[in-house]
């Protein structure tokens, strides 16, 4: 809950400070509606209330009525700033008005003022009293029963020559119900324990009302609640001061539970907070466990009670705001408690410090939905209930009786945090898997499969909700298999043995006292002895290794580095970087660095290795996932993930995903040829046969299909999208006689009775489809002439061709003319061209048959022998690729960023 800061508008010299004045049903009109400075804040009409105001504190001139004060420092330098202690003398009056003469019985007023002496000792373990000094019966003044409450006071005040000095009170009972707007009392603080008191007839409602503002003399606010529609039980606040949630507000003197909240006839224990706020008692009652850390457990006593430590007050580890448990049952003050219907409010009280202003309290209830009325049954949580602050800190609440309660504090965030890790090959089938413990506890594997991919997860555990931090390790106990280890918020490590298929051995206790290590990082071999090792991290960023005795244990551990609490995100690096096994480290800016390990318990240098890494969510390194024997990194972000692959030194800008492929005499990209939403490629052997290579969607391959034979025929084969406007992809095949023929496909693969749909384009040296390539929605077949002329034939929807167009001229400087697919990501066609000297170009589409400005890429592909485009459907994360056979018969992928240039490669293997 967010602090509000309220601006008060002064007035004739008194500053108006939220509400005082307590009524019997609801007046005409009741407080001004929230102002921007308050957003949160406001007033439930029928709650019985008083309209407060703060004066300047004695000696002190009063401010120009058009000026403003911040409420916080009236509070902060006024009476709560040390403490109350003293007896306040009492000018007791009561008076006459002009129009109502009515007596008001002197011996009721002076037990009134007893009443609420009585009950402040109690709560200042009898170091404030009020006394009455001087009494007045039966003033007479000139003010009249039709008069503002303000009014009245003002003028009986002036008639008795009174002025505030500390420790002074002035209180007067007038003839009446009720003050104006059938208002209970009013009362107005000069600071330094003087104020001023105005009451009705003495009522059932006299003693909580003069208790309520001596409450305000002593510099206390009101105990107000949180009320959201939505029934949330915290909310945060954003930049502007408001709500997170919408349908919260701050509702003034919700807390019925308090003596500062609405009136009613009994006068409850004044909350802890507000306690702690002003320094009543002896300043043992409460226990200030600090921060929150870890799950702790305490016990509460009865807050009405007199027993020291029987209330606990935590700081959020996250908001870093303050919240009070107390166990409200009927003992002293809150005897009240044992009537009918007030069942809901015996139990576990959370309040949180301010929430309208500092001097102020916030009930969190079980349910904070408005209630109806002005007083609430439903302020404690029962037995087995858990409160959640808005970031996350849980409150639960273990048992409740009459004379005691025990609660256990959650302040431990990474228990419901999910954590993917890796602990290499954990299933025993060769290839590197994935672990995930989910926010309810579950263990995933997301086993590792060819083809750089992770097959859907299995569980394999449960119950992990207990652990602040799991990692995957190599052979930690020497066993032959990869291991987990797990530590618990009260600093026990627990080693869990895999079993080699994917499961566990009993598990083992390993350490204790590892609650102090802000990080657990399973760095494999740093220390070169051949074992497994860990490190971990301290909050003052030392860096310490805890050498494996290769039996589960540990050997004497030692410090390696410092300065490491720079970092926000450390995780093993394997052999990334061109060391031994090392460190990844992102720093707040998305810088990442490698620490590659020297293989004997040190570093060699840092270097960087990528920028913007700050939102790449869990980083996952150590690990060989694309099966070519060099470590990489995964990402997650929620369900996303991304591989990047390593190539030994860093990130590699090109990745191996084949062998074999001189074997063929074309490769080219088939856009999604069998209708599983992935890019395909399609592969012609110099047989004739006609291979499908399925994408799996992260830049690999599913089993090859052959789909074909007999197409030695043809000098030229290209995937010509939807040519025929049957929604499925076509090929077109060039045959040696310059027919030109369409193969419709049926979308899952198969072909469909061919078609002839041209001649004499044997004189082409080059065809290819580039897809859209005139903007106007239909498929376009580019064809180069020997002499370098470029000609687009528009594709007409149906199988034909509507007139050509020269779109260019010189190509026959490219050795190789491919379609780029939308290589910019601009939403149109492009070209790409490769020279005789390696060099490839960019020829970005206009979108209407043209080319924007040509840009370089690149040397050296004068390496490949067939290269294809394969659109952004091949690597799964949406950005293009371009694949090449080199002379070895690699075939080799390149990623591209979406904006005309390549990048270092990035897959997604889900």
């Known amino acids: 809950m967010g602090f509000l800061r309220r601006s008060i508008a002064l007035s004739t010299g008194l500053v108006v400070f939220a ?99 009585n009950y402040w000792k109690a709560m200042t373990d009898n170091k404030l009293s009020m006394s009455v000094a ?83 003399v002593i510099g206390l606010m009101h105990a107000d609640a949180l009320q959201c529609g939505s029934g949330a039980s915290d909310v945060g606040v954003n930049s502007n001061g408001q709500f997170t949630d919408p349908s919260c507000y701050v509702r003034e003197y919700g807390d019925t539970t308090d003596i500062m909240g609405a009136a009613q006839f009994a006068s409850p224990v004044v909350s802890s907070t507000l306690w702690d706020y002003a320094g009543l008692g002896r300043g043992d009652e409460i226990r200030d466990v600090g921060v929150a850390t870890g799950v702790k457990s305490y016990t509460l006593k009865p807050w009405g009670g007199t027993e020291a430590q029987r209330a606990i007050k935590f700081t959020d580890p996250v ?32 309040v949180q410090r301010g929430g309208a202003t500092i001097a102020s309290s916030l009930i969190l209830m079980p349910d904070t939905r408005p209630f109806s009325g002005w007083y609430s049954s439903n302020h404690a949580w029962q037995a087995g209930s858990t409160f959640t602050t808005y970031t996350g800190t849980q409150v639960t609440i273990n048992s409740v009786s009459s004379t005691s309660a025990t609660v256990t504090i959650n302040a431990d965030p990474k228990l419901k945090a999910r954590m993917r890790f890796s602990a290499g090959d ?67 490590l627990w080693l869990y043995p895999g079993n080699g298929k994917g499961g566990f051995l009993a598990r083992s206790q390993v350490g204790v006292g590892w609650q102090g290590f802000t990080r657990l990082l399973a760095v494999g071999d740093f220390s070169g002895d051949g074992r497994a090792d860990l490190m971990a991290t301290t909050t003052d960023g030392r860096l310490w290794l805890y050498p494996g005795n290769g039996a589960g244990g540990f050997l004497t551990q030692q410090q390696v580095g410092q300065g490491w609490d720079a970092f926000t995100s450390l995780t093993p690096a394997g052999s990334f970087g061109g060391g031994k096994a090392g460190l990844l480290a992102r720093t707040g800016d998305g810088t990442l660095y490698v620490y590659p390990g020297d293989g004997k318990g040190g570093f060699l240098p840092r270097a960087a290795v990528g920028s913007g890494w700050n939102q790449a969510g869990d980083i996952v390194g150590g690990q060989d996932l694309t099966g070519d024997a060099t470590a990489d990194v995964l990402t997650a972000s929620g369900a996303d993930m991304r591989v990047y692959p390593g190539d030994g030194s860093g990130f590699a800008d090109r990745l191996a995903i084949g062998t074999g492929w001189s074997a063929f005499r074309q490769v080219w990209e088939a856009g999604d040829f069998d209708g599983d939403g992935v890019a395909d490629i399609l592969a012609r052997g110099t047989d004739g046969a006609l291979w499908l290579y399925p994408g799996n969607g992260s830049g690999g391959f599913l089993p090859r299909v052959q789909v074909g034979s007999g197409w030695n025929m043809f000098t030229a084969v290209l995937s010509a999208g939807d040519f025929d406007g049957d929604r499925r992809p076509d090929l077109v095949g060039r045959a040696s006689d310059g027919t030109l023929w369409l193969y419709p496909t049926d979308g899952s693969g198969r072909f469909l009775p061919r078609k002839q749909i041209g001649t004499g384009w044997q004189g082409f ?51 190789l003319v491919l379609q780029a697919g939308d290589f910019n990501g601009d939403g149109r066609e492009d070209l790409l061209g490769r020279a005789a000297d390696g060099g490839l170009w960019l020829y970005p589409g206009n979108g209407s048959g043209g080319f924007l400005q040509r840009s370089y890429l690149g040397s050296g592909w004068n390496m490949f022998s067939g290269m294809a485009a394969l659109g952004n459907g091949f690597t799964g994360t949406g950005d293009p690729s371009v694949v090449g056979v080199a002379g070895d018969g690699t075939l080799l992928m390149y990623s591209g960023t979406g904006r005309g240039a390549f990048k270092p490669v990035v897959l997604n293997p889900r």
């Open 319 to 350: 908001s870093k705001e303050v919240y009070y448990l107390e166990l409200r049952q009927p003992v002293g003050y809150d005897s009240y408690l044992s009537g009918a219907g007030r069942e809901g409010n015996r139990g576990v009280k959370i």
């Open 19 to 117: 509400t005082g004045l307590f009524f019997v049903q609801a007046p005409a009109t009741a407080v001004p509606a929230p102002t921007p400075d308050n957003p949160n804040v406001r007033f439930v009409e029928g709650t019985p209330h008083s309209e407060h105001t703060f004066e300047g504190p004695a000696g002190v001139a009063t401010q120009p009525a058009d000026e403003s004060a911040d409420v916080e420092s009236l509070l902060r330098d006024g009476a709560a700033a040390t403490g109350p202690g003293g007896n306040i003398r009492v000018k007791l009056v009561t008076a006459k008005l002009a129009d109502n003469t009515n007596a008001v019985s002197m011996a009721g007023a002076e037990q009134a003022v007893v009443a609420t002496s």
């Open 765 to 815: 040296t080059q065809l290819l489809a580039p897809g859209d390539f005139t903007g106007d929605g239909k498929p376009d077949i580019v064809g180069q002439t020997g002499d370098g002329v470029l000609w687009v034939y528009p594709g007409n929807g149906s199988g034909g061709f509507l007139a050509r167009k020269q779109i260019g001229t010189g190509w026959n400087m490219f050795n």
């Open 134 to 216: 001087s009494k007045v019966a039966g003033f007479q003044s000139k003010a009249r029963s039709t008069d503002s409450y303000s009014t009245i006071m003002s003028t009986i005040t002036s008639e008795l020559t009174w002025a505030p000095n500390p420790y002074t009170a002035l209180v007067i009972f007038i003839p009446t119900s009720t003050l104006s707007g059938n208002a209970l009392g009013a009362g107005y603080s000069s600071g330094s324990y003087s104020g001023r008191v105005l009451l009705p007839q003495i009522s059932n409602f006299t003693n909580n009302v003069i208790s309520h503002e001596f409450g305000h």
């Open 426 to 492: 954990f299933d025993g089938d060769k290839l590197a898997d994935v672990i995930s413990r989910e926010t309810d506890g579950s263990l995933l594997l997301y086993a590792g499969l060819p083809g750089n991919r992770l097959a859907n997860p299995v569980q394999i555990g449960s119950g992990w909700g207990i652990f602040n931090s799991v990692i995957g390790t190599s052979d930690f106990n020497g066993d032959g298999f990869p291991d987990i280890l797990a530590r618990t918020s009260d600093g026990a």
